[in-house]
């Protein structure tokens, strides 16, 4: 048996165990990568991304249900659990919202598109508004390689602000080191937790 | 003269629930209580045990009404969950209450 010790930790233990199979990572991952080549590429239309978080995310929820719940099984948690959940992605969903308005009216009126967007310190503030996001899903979703991803985020958005080359930096490198990082959870997921045979489930 | 029964001399060990004491039993009983319902797979992969075991363990819990078996169409995939009964929610903080006390002062 597992060593947990209180009601606490094993809760914890449950929930965390949905998000061994780095799946999140993956996804958000190429869902910053495409976001930085299509702000470098095409800065006028990446307010479609709105479309292509929609997209990503009901992938997701595919994906979750063919490869971890047949591994790992199905479980509903306690509503203070999903009232977490709700609040990052309502957080998640509002700053998507945000940044896409500001995109449109940087579009609409060009002066105040450059004091937005191409101001010196520009990077440094997204940098620490970026950081501070995965800081608080990390916090919130008890998923602590989100501080790691937070420190990489600022960490490259400090390097693009002394080293101007490439200004999409920060959310290229968070997305490969996420989407690598992933990649390899998700390897170790499949490898301990094999689908499990209807015979032996009916063996029971 | 008969032995005294060790129960007999500590009533508080005579009304500890015994469905729940036995450590499987109170490990499933552990984790349907923080969770709202799961089923037999994720139990299984949580606890550590074998399906035999599980289940007979859960066929305990079942007859002593502490827990009941439903079934759930999820993403219109069918699922056998488990959840704690009102009854097995308050018996398990029963037991809490009981083992607090016990080693209360130590």
């Not at chain 1, 930085?36 to 095409?42: A, K, P, R, S, T």
């Not at chain 1, 709105?50 to 790992?72: D, E, M, Q, W």
């Not at chain 1, 690598?180 to 499949?190: D, K, N, S, T």
């Not at chain 2, 079942?62 to 759930?72: P, S, W």
């Amino acid at each position: 048996m597992r060593k947990t010790t209180d009601l606490k930790s094993i809760e914890r233990q449950a929930y965390l165990s949905y998000h061994q199979d780095g799946l999140i990572d993956i996804f958000v991952g190429i869902l910053l990568i495409l976001m930085g080549v299509m702000i470098w590429f095409l800065p006028t239309v990446w307010y479609f991304l709105v479309g292509g978080f929609i997209a990503l995310f009901s992938s997701y929820a595919a994906a979750k249900n063919r490869i971890t719940i047949p591994r790992i099984g199905y479980a509903e948690f306690t509503s203070a659990r999903r009232l977490r959940i709700k609040y990052i992605f309502l957080v998640m969903v509002v700053l998507l919202v945000f940044g896409n308005v500001l995109a449109i009216i940087a579009m609409l009126y060009p002066p105040l598109g450059v004091l937005i967007f191409e101001s010196a310190f520009t990077i440094l503030i997204v940098g620490a508004v970026g950081s501070i996001i995965f800081a608080v899903i990390g916090f919130g979703s008890n998923i602590r390689r989100f501080y790691v991803y937070a420190i990489i985020f600022l960490g490259s958005a400090v390097s693009t602000f002394y080293f101007p080359i490439i200004a999409v930096l920060p959310l290229v490198a968070v997305g490969l080191a996420m989407t690598l990082f992933g990649l390899v959870l998700l390897y170790r997921f499949l490898r301990k937790y094999p689908k499990e045979s209807l015979g032996e489930m009916e063996g029971a | 003269m008969p032995k005294e029964p060790v129960d007999a001399k500590f009533p508080i060990i005579d009304d500890i629930d015994r469905v729940i004491h036995e450590p499987a039993r109170l490990v499933i009983m552990s984790h349907l209580y923080v969770l709202d319902r799961a089923d037999f797979l994720f139990l299984k992969q949580q606890t550590g045990m074998t399906w035999g075991n599980l289940s007979s363990h859960i066929t305990k819990l079942e007859n002593a009404g502490y827990v009941e078996v439903i079934k759930k169409f999820v993403d219109r995939k069918p699922y056998t969950l488990i959840q704690l009964t009102q009854s097995g929610r308050q018996a398990f903080e029963q037991y809490q209450r009981q083992m607090r006390h016990m080693f209360e002062g130590i």
